[in-house]
Nanobody, 129 residues
Framework: QLQLVESGGGLVQPGGSLRLSCTASGFALDSYAVGWFRQAPGKEREGVSCIGYNGSHSKYAVSVKGRFTISRDYAKNTVDLQMNSLKPEDTDVYYC??????????????????????WGQGTQVTVSS
């Protein structure tokens, strides 16, 4: 069974940092482009960052550029999202997902294209003092 699991969420004060990890079971994550998305209750899911299967290409939402960094750890079979200088508006449930098609060097943050499957169950990030 193909499965993704997110970890690393939690409560942090404004200006703090968190590191999220996306771990795959049942398949090799390093064969797929991976995206990180977030969603608040009653709002649409939005793309945060993504990275191509070989790590040569990545994208960031304007709201997180310069604060978040996406990376691949091929030894651990994970894709991590380092989040620095966190703001209250970063509070959301964060999800990772893989591109349906393997070996995509480029990735998209457009979740409406239906390009990503499967998805993880999400991890809560709360930024509050």
């Amino acid at each position: 069974q193909l499965q993704l699991v997110e970890s690393g969420g939690g409560l942090v004060q404004p200006g703090g940092s968190l590191r999220l990890s996306c771990t795959a079971s049942g398949f090799a994550l390093d064969s797929y482009a991976v995206g990180w998305f977030r969603q608040a209750p009653g709002k649409e899911r939005e793309g945060v960052s993504c990275i191509g299967y070989n790590g040569s290409h990545s994208k960031y939402a304007v709201s997180v550029k310069g604060r978040f960094t996406i990376s691949r750890d091929y030894a651990k079979n994970t894709v991590d999202l380092q989040m620095n200088s966190l703001k209250p508006e970063d509070t959301d449930v964060y999800y990772c997902a893989v591109d349906r098609h393997p070996y995509q060097s480029f990735c998209t943050l457009d979740v409406t294209k239906g390009q990503y499957d499967p998805w993880g169950q999400g991890t809560q990030v709360t930024v509050s003092s």
